[in-house]
């Protein structure tokens, strides 16, 4: 069964650093693009960039650009995502995703995350 | 970057209604599109990728379907499960952009 289990809730300071965790397991985690996605409040989805965990390779959305940084670990089949620079409006959850073909077909929980001032 | 316009953003329905939720690209995207449902405080599901092939274990009330940069989501027979949020996604360039979702409720 493919499973992706998300770390724990966070509370943060703005200006601080985020870092969220997001462990795979029921496949070969190198070969599955993992994306993720931010859900503000009462919001839609929004999509922050991918990483490919077999190279790498990263695209980020535009918005999120200067802040996020994806990365991929293949010896723990995780993948991680960091975003800096926190500010009230990333207060949202984060949810991760693994992507085959034209579909993100296995979500992971999703991580609160609530940034105070 | 490509913008996709569902409507309506909101809907209500009957048990055993038959619904359709629209997905407009701005402009095209072959079949590079899937659909999703999210229910309250959860994580959205797979449904439909490819504009029109149903992920595993989905029920068959659910179909999607496309006519050039429409795409549209059918449910039939809604059951009381199938209350909940819609989105659609292209895969067809980056960002990978969704919908505004479409609420479908009682």
């Known amino acids: 069964e493919v499973q992706l289990v998300q770390s724990g809730a966070e509370v943060k300071k703005s200006g601080a650093t985020l870092k969220i965790s997001c462990k795979a397991s029921g496949y070969s985690f190198r070969y599955y693009y993992i994306h993720w996605v931010q859900q503000a409040p009462g919001k839609g989805l929004e999509w922050m960039g991918l990483v490919h965990p077999k190279d790498g390779r990263t695209v980020y959305a535009e918005k999120f650009q200067d802040r996020v940084t994806m990365t991929a670990d293949t010896s723990e089949d995780t993948a991680y995502m960091e975003l800096s620079g926190l500010r009230s409006d990333d207060t949202a959850v984060y949810y991760c995703?693994?992507?085959?073909?034209?579909?993100?077909?296995?979500w992971g929980q999703g991580t609160l995350v609530t940034v105070s001032s | 970057a490509i913008q996709l316009t569902q409507f309506p953003s909101s809907l209500s329905a009957s048990v055993g209604d038959t619904v359709t939720i629209t997905c407009r690209a701005s402009?095209?995207?072959?079949?590079?599109l899937a659909w999703y449902q999210q229910n309250t405080g959860k994580p959205p599901k797979a449904l439909i990728y490819?504009?029109?092939s149903l992920h595993s274990g989905v029920p068959s009330r659910f179909s999607g379907s496309r006519s050039g940069t429409d795409f549209v989501l059918t449910i039939r027979s809604l059951q009381p499960e199938d209350f909940a949020t819609y989105y659609c996604?292209?895969?067809?360039?980056?960002?990978?952009?969704f919908g505004g979702g479409t609420k479908v409720d009682i």
């Open positions: 490819d504009a029109s």
């Open positions: 402009q095209g995207i072959g079949s590079a």
């Open positions: 995703a693994r992507a085959t073909g034209n579909s993100a077909d296995n």
């Open positions: 996604q292209q895969f067809n360039s980056y960002p990978r952009t």
